[in-house]
Structures are given as C-alpha cells and as structure tokens.
C-alpha cells in the first residue's frame, strides 16, 4: 500500500511497457456513481469542468474519447443488471459487493482481463497494484476485476473521557506511544466512573460489531489468516470460539455491573453519538473517524472535558487483534460486451496511476486549488462553486476515491489539522489530535486485513436469514444473561448458530481461501 502511494506521488509506477496511443481513436464508456445532488449550474455529473479535463487528459495521452454514463448509488446493482439484459451497459463499471463481481463473472458478464496484465497498460496496473492486491480480483486465478488501491487502512479505535479518569485518580498505560489499558483496567475505572456519579452508563456499545471489535479484539489470539478467512458473518464474531466467549464473558460482566445501558440492543450509531456529545458515556468504539462533530458539541458544552484514543489491549498488555481494512476499495470491472478490452485495461489503469487522475479527483487545478510546497500538495482555500461541487466526492473516479496523498501521515495530519481549525475553530486541534491518534492505533500492531474470498459461499445464500438471526441472538443473549448463566447461555447460541448453517460456512470459506492460494 505504502508502494502504491508513493508510485502515485511520483506519477505513477515505471513499466518496462507502457499503454501506447492508439493510431485510431477509441471510445471506452464509463460508470460515473450519481447521487442526484450534482449543482445544475454547473452542468450534469457526467458533463463538468472535470469530466472534460479527464477526457481532454485520456484523448491527448491514449487517444481514447472516454465518455460517462451516470448510474445511481442508491441501486447501482439494479440499474447495471438492467442495463446487461438491454446491452447497454457501460464498459468499465464498479461495484463494493464482492459477492455480485463473482456472480457476474459466473454469468459471463465480464471479461477475462488475464490476457490484458502482461503487457501495457495492464502491466503497468498490475505491477503498481502488486500481487496481493491484484488477487481480490481473481477468481480461480482469473482476472475479472481490478480493485480501486486504499492507502489509508486503519478502521477502528476505542475512546475515552481522560477527564472523568482523572477525576477519579486513574492513570492511562501506553502502548507503542499510545494511550492503553487492560480489559479489567478498563473495568475498574468505569466501576469508578459511575460510582462518583460522573455517568451513568460509563460503556456505550450499539447492536452492531462496529462498536464492539475492539473489546473482542482484546481476547482473541488468533491472526492467521486462514483464521480470518473463515471468521465473521456480517460482523458478529470469529471463529476463535474461546477468545470471543471470553470477550462476552468480559461485555456480561461489565452488563451486570450497570456499565452498559440495558437498551444498548435497540441502539444505532446515532444513540452512541449522542451519549458521546452530552457527556453520558466515558468509553466507546467505532470507526475512528466518525466523531468529530459529537466531540465539538461536547467541548461546547464542557470546555473541560477531554476525550483521548487508546488501545484496548490485551490482558498481559500486547496489543489487541481485530480487523482493519483490506488494501482494495471498489471493483473496477470490463463488460464482456465490450469492443476493445485493452483500451478499457488502458482506461483503468490511467484512472488508479496517472498523476493526471490523481490531481482531478483529489486536488482540482495548480494555482487554483493547490499548490506545491517543497514537494507536497497544499490545499487553496478557495470558494470555487466548481471545486466544492467535486471536493471529497471521488464518484468521478471511483478507482481513485482514496486520495493516495493520505498515505503520507505528515501530509495526512496538517490537511486535517488545517479542515478542523475552519471547521472547529475553538476546538479543532483537541478534535484533531484524538483522531490522528485513533488512526495510527486502527492500523498499528495486530490489525488484520481480510483475505480475498473469491467464489460463492453457498451457506451464505442457504442460510441467508438463520445466520445473522442466529448470531445476533447469540450476541445479544450472552450480553445480557445473568452472570451464573453465561456459560449455558453462549454454549446453546453458539450451538444454534453452527448448526444451521454457521460450520457449513466456515468450512466453505476455508475451502475458498485455499483455493485463492492456487
């Protein structure tokens, strides 16, 4: 990923052969995400200032008239498959599902890009992406897609009021030159915490594993990643049976304790952010981006507060093991319809490592939007309708959504650091510095990626409803049940949730990580 980042920063990976122009010109169509919020005084999302500079751009370099066809977000999938019955597809389309890219190509719908990787612009591609990224596309050792690159890994991160630990004489530990503490550290300051009255649900957890993998993360000592091949079913738990038993067994005991509101099952992400922003929770855990305006309240409200990233570690103080983003974002796919696959290779490749891409999508016009300071992109605050329409969106190239420039954690911090103090001018570098912390802990020691499960999990589709019914209830249950319960209560979940359909799946998706190692 590193690689990747700074092949972009330098325009791009050198190729001992690179995408030739076309003596004829070709027309290469591509999906353009449309959110219908695009501003009509600017034009449409598939005709603009950018859309023009790109096809001015891929004309000029590869003799391709490249033209966009808007797709709508909210029902892309819909949309495409209507578009394949009328064979009106566009030839370069993406999709997040993983699980619909391998229906396509098990339908014939998309075009064998192997051929196209060994020389020019698919050369080039495969060589900046690398092998294991590449391999997120394959299936059965076919090319079927190329995965947009994502530089920025890190995923979630715990949280917590140092004020209120303050308050009450505790000391945070550190790990890797980060704020940390142990699960029953953890325990004992949240007791604390209520007793002194300083909330009274100290832990704010949601019915989701977002809010939840960092607590799990502390119990559980399996990283391989045959493991993590197999583990979670929509987010519920691992396959590390007696590290997850015991991180509910830790989540039961914090319930018991009155640490936990009793109407956690019933909460989303909006009932955590707002105990977060009235100062009704000391510790939570999520993705860790996601807070910066719950924490402006907060601060609003209490100037004195003060909320910190940490790690939940392990009991002996090693750090936790949960997951953190695989180093792919959407699937760039080619319709099998398509009349000339290597110009769309040549496309795709232009959009993840030309320079040219990179600066459109992420940083608009030098002078006008950017400049360069000793080498480094920085932004020009500007009030352009133009660039503000496009700023952050990345549905112009969803190949490139991640700006590669995030991978450089200098750069990362002061373009932060400058969006906060606009933002947040009286709290901007409190909000900042939780956050930049939280990012480096997301991606540090013991963050696993997923491996690339690239075929149909037929218990995935058998069980559809039994396997999240089934691990929810698990989840839940073992949360709630009275202390001298547990035990009994996570046995007969987990014995439900295997034996319909949960050992089948697991056995499926190890079989499937093996064969993606072939």
Known sequence: TQEMAENTQEGGSESSEEPQKREETVTITVEVFDRGEYPEELGTITDNKWTRMMQEKVLEELNIDLQFMAIPRSDEVTKIQALMAADSEPDIFYTYDQAQMIQWAAAEALADLTPYMEAGGGKELSDYMGEDAMRYGQIEGVQYAVNAPRFDLGQYCCFIRKDMLDAVGVELG?????????????KDAMIKIKEAGLCDYPIAIRNHHDSRACIEGAFLTDSSEESWAQARFDGYFTIDKEGDKEGFRFLNSCYNEGLINPDFALYDFNNVAEMVASGQTAFWSDDYWLFPDYLNALYEAEPDAEVVAMELTHEDGTPAIYERYSPIGA???????????????????????????????????????FEYQDGKIVVIETDDPNWQSQRGGGDLNVMLNNDPCSADLEYAEQTLRDKYAIKYPEHGDKIADAELAGKEIASSEGKIAF??????????????AELPENATSLVISSITAPADKFDETFENGYETYMNNGGEQRQQERLEAYQNSLK
């Open 331 to 369: 699937f760039g796919m080619v319709s099998s319809s398509c009349e000339d696959v290597e110009a769309a290779v040549d496309v795709l490749n232009w959009l993840i490592t030309s320079e040219d891409a990179h600066l459109i999508t992420h940083h608009g016009v030098e002078g006008e939007n």
């Open 174 to 186: 550190e790990l890797n030159g980060h704020y940390a503490m142990t699960p029953s550290e953890l």
């Open 451 to 464: 491996p690339p499960i690239n075929q149909t999990i037929q218990a995935e589709i058998d069980y559809a």
